[in-house]
DNA sequence: CGGCGGTAGTCACTTTTTTTACTATGCAAC
DNA sequence: GTTGCATAGTAAAAAAAGTGACTACCGCCG
């Protein structure tokens, strides 16, 4: 029940597909929620089911068909509803960091390879968020986007995913270098 | 299965109960696992039952008797295993950002409010891993530690708490800037 | 023309997580 | 003197999430 607000959210000024959204949860929600296509989908049918989403149909040339999906009146009442609850406190799973922790009884060419993988990983988020903030902001400065912009929203997730990442990679960097001191090799 | 190496990794250099890890999950660990403590007591029972861990009852004079867990061999050998295969992809929940996402249906009020909770919330946590670093580094200084100290790990992972928790707080205040410019009230 | 990768999903099953509701004891404040 | 908070847990059920396998169709590359 908490992923539907997720979809809500993601859905709201965009009429998508299953997979569209799939994509989308790849690149610049996987900044504040994660979700697999199974859960996806599974999650759109209950939707419709309850009236939150409204679904089309959308025969296609040259690829197998697809149903768009889009927010109803009472899918935006909820979302409005679910903003006016206290939100729960976030969770985090982050297995590279509970093997950072075990360090002294790790595989530690291992965690620094995983380390290595992440800061990749994090460098090609930050390419995404900032080709998605320019897309935002369009030929206007930060300065007047606040002012004036009206995705305010996602400006604002994408700068948190933007400031995330880069802290990962510096973080990633330092953890690097003290490893590379501390266990040579 | 996972939630075990995290509590390895949080009992490796510690005996403690149930109601002590439920404090550490709250405190330090939460930085990169969360969980409840109906999950921890849980998990430690199975964990104990297949040898990863050993417990001994401690009678208690003014209070409920506890039972202290401790890594065995076998669980050491489980987490240095854990520590050799890639970790998963982080996972993140995170439901005042889809408030913030979702923003130009939410009810700002509520949405303010969160943000100024999560930004006190961040700042206790703050003070928290500051003080755990100051305790790891003892009268160290970065640099000393960095070349000698030995609990690396745990240092990294402070680290990234006190980073994380850093953008928080400068990100929430970002946030609560754009809103009362935008939604004055 | 055969295989790979991308689009667009579904189904069955298992594992994990969350929720709710309990049992106890003791301390301190009001 | 009893209410609320902290300690120290347990049990059962419901909900959510994750895993793996599967169906299709198409375009492109070699």
Chains 1, 2 share one sequence.
Not at 120 to 147: N, P, V
């Amino acid at each position: 029940m908490a992923l539907r607000n997720a979809l809500l959210a993601a859905l709201i000024d965009r009429e998508s597909s299953g997979y569209d959204l799939a994509k989308k949860f790849r690149v610049s929600v996987a900044n504040f929620w994660t979700a697999t296509p199974q859960q996806l989908y599974r999650e759109l049918e209950k939707m419709e089911a309850e009236g939150l989403l409204s679904a089309r149909v959308v025969k296609q040339d040259k690829r197998p068909d697809k149903r768009l999906f889009s927010v109803t009146d009472a899918g935006r009442a909820a979302l409005h509803a679910f903003t006016r609850l206290p939100p729960k406190p976030t969770t985090v799973r982050d297995e590279l960091l509970v093997q950072v922790e075990a360090l002294a009884y790790a595989d530690v060419p291992s965690v620094r390879a995983a380390i290595e993988a992440q800061v990749k990983h994090s460098r090609q988020r930050l390419e995404t968020y900032e080709r998605s903030l320019a897309e935002i902001l369009g030929s206007r400065t930060d300065e007047e986007f606040i002012a004036t912009g009206n995705r305010i929203g996602p400006y604002l997730t994408l700068q948190r995913g933007i400031s995330f990442e880069r802290e990962n990679i510096g973080w990633g960097e330092l953890a690097l270098r003290i490893l590379e001191r501390r266990f040579p090799g």
